[in-house]
C-alpha cells in the first residue's frame, strides 16, 4: 500500500504504526491541524538550497567529538542533541495525552515514525534541521517509566534546550557519547545498531524483572528512539536514569567488572585527574570497601544476585558496577561539580539584528546555527542544579537516603559516606565477537580473569567480587604471597 496516498489524514505521511489497535491511535482536530502546517512548512524549507547535510558535510571527523569538548563550527554532536530531543518531547507527549491500556505483545514491538522540518513550528518546536525519528515501544516505555516514579511531565520539562555536558565520557571503550538532561537526571546515550536490535529483543524480560523487582539495580531505561539525519546517517539511542546525583559531589567513582586483567586506572592519570573513574585492581589496591552492615548488606548481595541471573539467563556479559561515594563529612566543600559540568545555551540575538541590519528576511533556522557554531561552554552555577534528589529516587531502596545509600557498621547505624550505585553497560550479548575474544586472550592470558567470559562464569565472578568488596575481604597481591 502507498502510503503517500492513504486516505487517515496527513499523519500517514510522517508515521509508520503497526495498527490502530496497538498504535498511538488517531489525532484529534488540533493535532491534524499542526500537522498540515508542519508539512506545509517542510515543502516551503526544501525550496531552500541549504540544509544541515550541507553545512555538515566537511565535518565528518568531528563527529568523534566527546562530551565537553569545545562547542564551534563543525561539532555535529550538539545538532543532533537538538533532534533527539524534540523528537523526545512530541513522541512521549503523543503517548502520554492517550488513556492507559494494558500492554500487548505487540507492543513490544511497535516502531513509530515521525518526520521533522528545519523551519520548527508548533508540532515541533525548536526543531533547526530536517530530520526522521523513530520511537520504539512507546507504550512498554511509557509504562516502565511509570514503574519508576517518573512523572510524564517532569520528564519532558526536564529535557529543555539547555543541556549540562559533563568532562568525563564514557568509561568503556564503545565510542558512545553522553548528554545529560539539565537537572542532571537523565542521560541521553548512543549506541551501536546491536545494542539497539539486542535492546528490543531483551525488552520484554527486562520489562517482567522491573515489575517483580522495584529495587532493581539494572540500568533504568526510559526510552529507545533513533534519529535519521539528512543523506541517510541513522543514530541509535537510549534516555536513562543518572546513577549519579545532582546534589552531591562524587570523591571517588569506581567502574568495577569483578575482573583483574587489564583493569586499572594508571596513577599517572589519577594524579592528572583525581577524579578518575577507578576499577577493579584500584579497588583492590586502595583496599576500599562499601561499609555496610549484615542488614544492608544482605538487602544489596540479594537484589544483586536477583539482577545477574536475569543477566546470565538473556546471556549478557561485560557489565559493570557503577559505584560514586559521597563523602558526608567532606559534602559539597571541594565543589567538584563546578569543575565538571558545563553548560551550553544558544544565543540569538545578535544574529538575528545582523540579518536586520543588513536588511534580510530573519531565518530563523540560519540564525540558530550560527549561534550553535559561537557557542561555548559555560561553568554551571551550583544554585542552576536541584538541591534535593529528585522525587522518583526515594520510592528505590538504593536511592532513599538522600538519592543514595548510606553506608553503615556491624551494628547497622549510619555512618559518614553514600554509595550510588547501579549495574550498567547491559547489552553486551555473549556472541561470536565476545567468543573469538575471549579464546585470543587465553592464549596469553589466565581465562578466569580476562573480562571476556560466558555468561555464567561472568556472572558467577561478578557476585563474588561484589561479596568481597562488600565484605572487605580482597588481599592484595603482597599479602598473598606472605599467607
Known amino acids: 500500500m502507498n502510503k503517500r496516498k492513504s486516505s487517515s489524514g496527513p499523519f500517514s505521511t510522517a508515521s509508520s504504526v503497526l495498527s490502530p489497535k496497538h498504535g498511538l491511535g ?42 565537553g569538548t569545545r562547542v564551534s563550527e563543525g561539532h555535529r554532536n550538539y545538532q543532533m542533541m537538538y533532534d533527539m530531543l ?5 513522541a512521549v507527549g503523543r503517548v502520554c495525552a492517550k488513556m492507559k491500556r494494558e500492554l500487548t505483545p505487540e507492543d513490544f514491538l511497535a516502531a513509530h515514525k515521525l518526520v521533522f522540518d528545519v523551519t520548527g ?5 525548536g526543531v533547526k534541521y530536517d530530520f526522521k525519528f523513530k520511537d520504539y515501544a512507546p507504550w512498554v516505555f511509557r509504562n516502565l517509566r511509570e514503574k519508576f516514579h517518573i512523572d510524564a511531565a517532569d520528564y519532558m520539562m526536564s529535557l529543555t534546550n539547555k543541556y549540562i555536558l559533563s568532562e568525563i565520557g564514557s568509561p568503556g571503550k564503545s565510542g558512545s557519547f553522553f ?9 541521553i546515550k548512543t549506541i551501536h545498531h546491536s545494542e ?19 529495587n532493581t539495580l539494572l540500568c533504568r531505561f526510559y526510552g529507545l528512539h533513533r534519529i535519521k539525519l539528512p543523506r541517510g546517517r541513522k543514530i541509535h539511542f537510549v534516555v536513562m536514569g543518572n546513577v549519579l546525583p545532582s546534589n552531591k ?14 583493569r586499572l586506572t594508571s596513577d599517572e ?5 583525581p577524579h578518575a573513574v577507578m576499577k577493579d585492581q584500584n579497588w583492590v589496591k586502595n583496599k576500599q570497601k562499601i561499609q555496610l552492615g549484615p542488614a544492608k548488606r544482605d538487602i544489596f548481595i540479594t537484589q544483586l544476585e536477583r539482577d545477574v541471573e536475569l543477566l546470565q539467563k538473556l546471556n549478557i556479559m561485560d557489565y559493570s558496577l557503577l559505584v560514586g561515594i559521597h563523602d558526608i563529612i567532606k559534602g559539597n566543600t571541594e565543589c567538584i561539580r563546578d569543575h565538571r559540568l558545563h553548560m551550553v545555551t544558544p544565543k540569538t540575538e545578535r544574529f538575528e539584528k545582523q540579518a536586520i541590519f543588513k536588511r534580510n528576511k530573519p531565518d530563523r533556522a540560519e540564525i540558530v546555527r550560527k549561534a550553535l557554531r559561537n557557542a561555548n561552554p559555560e561553568h554551571i552555577d551550583p544554585s542552576e542544579l536541584p538541591m534535593s534528589p529528585s522525587e522518583e529516587r526515594r520510592w528505590c531502596i538504593f536511592y532513599h537516603e538522600d538519592g543514595g545509600f548510606r553506608s553503615s557498621d556491624e551494628q547497622d547505624k549510619a555512618s559518614d559516606e553514600l554509595y550510588y550505585i547501579g549495574i550498567i553497560d547491559i547489552l553486551t550479548p555473549y556472541n561470536y565477537v565476545k567468543k573469538t575474544e575471549h579464546i585470543w586472550k587465553s592464549l596469553t592470558q589466565d581465562k578466569t580473569t580476562i573480562s571476556s567470559v560466558n555468561p555464567a562464569l561472568y556472572g558467577k565472578r561478578f557476585i563474588n567480587f561484589m561479596n568481597k568488596a562488600a565484605n572487605g575481604s580482597f588481599k592484595t597481591l603482597a599479602e598473598k604471597k606472605n599467607t
Not at 86 to 90: A, D, V
Not at 121 to 125: A, F, G, I
Not at 179 to 187: A, E, M, P, V, W
Open 269 to 273: 592519570e589519577v594524579k592528572k585527574n
Open 26 to 67: 488517531e489525532l484529534d482536530a488540533e493535532e491534524q491541524d499542526a500537522l498540515r502546517e508542519e508539512i506545509r512548512a517542510r515543502k516551503l524549507a526544501r525550496k531552500q538550497k541549504k540544509t544541515y547535510a550541507d553545512d555538515a558535510e566537511d565535518s565528518e571527523d568531528e563527529t568523534r567529538v566527546t562530551i
Open 86 to 90: 524534540t523528537g523526545i518531547r512530541i
Open 196 to 214: 539497539h536490535k539486542f535492546m528490543r529483543k531483551i525488552l520484554n524480560h527486562y520489562y517482567e524483572h522491573v515489575c517483580s523487582n522495584p
Open 249 to 262: 559531589d562524587i570523591h571517588q567513582t569506581f567502574d568495577l567488572k569483578g575482573s583483574m586483567f587489564g
Open 179 to 187: 548528554y545529560y538532561s539539565r537537572d542532571y537526571r537523565f542521560i
Open 121 to 125: 513550528n508548533e508540532l515541533t518546536p
